[in-house]
């Protein structure tokens, strides 16, 4: 399997986890969070922060992923997330800097 589809299925995974702790390490520290739901976030702790607050916020959230796709240095994926009685779906970017890292996350509803 691709290594850069293996990494976005871990991140993923860690966030229907809710585990922060598992997160902080696969973003390079000057990333950038883009959201048409949460706003723009800069920088790890910043997204953290966010993150901490969304799961807080949000104890049931689950994405649903229907395919991971590789384009160049980024993955690309097709989502359903649940939040309470509702869902939506949506498109994620998540773009990986030369040493694994994620650079930036991209997610449109």
Not at 25 to 52: F, K, N, W
Not at 68 to 87: E, K, L, N, P, Q
Not at 92 to 99: G, L, P, Q, R, V
Request: net charge negative; charged share 25%.
């Amino acid at each position: 399997m691709d290594e850069l589809i293996e990494r976005a299925e871990s991140y993923v995974a860690a966030s229907n986890d809710h585990d922060t702790v598992r997160i902080k390490p696969m973003l390079a520290p000057d990333c950038c969070y883009l959201s048409a739901g949460v706003g723009r976030h800069d920088g790890a702790e910043a997204i953290m922060t966010m993150m901490q607050s969304f799961f807080a916020a949000n104890p049931d959230v689950h994405w649903q992923v229907e395919n991971y796709r590789r384009h160049s240095g980024h993955v690309v994926f097709d989502f359903i997330i649940t939040m309470g009685a509702s869902s939506s779906s949506g498109v994620e970017e998540i773009h990986f800097d030369k040493a694994g890292k994620i650079s930036r996350v991209v997610v449109q509803r």
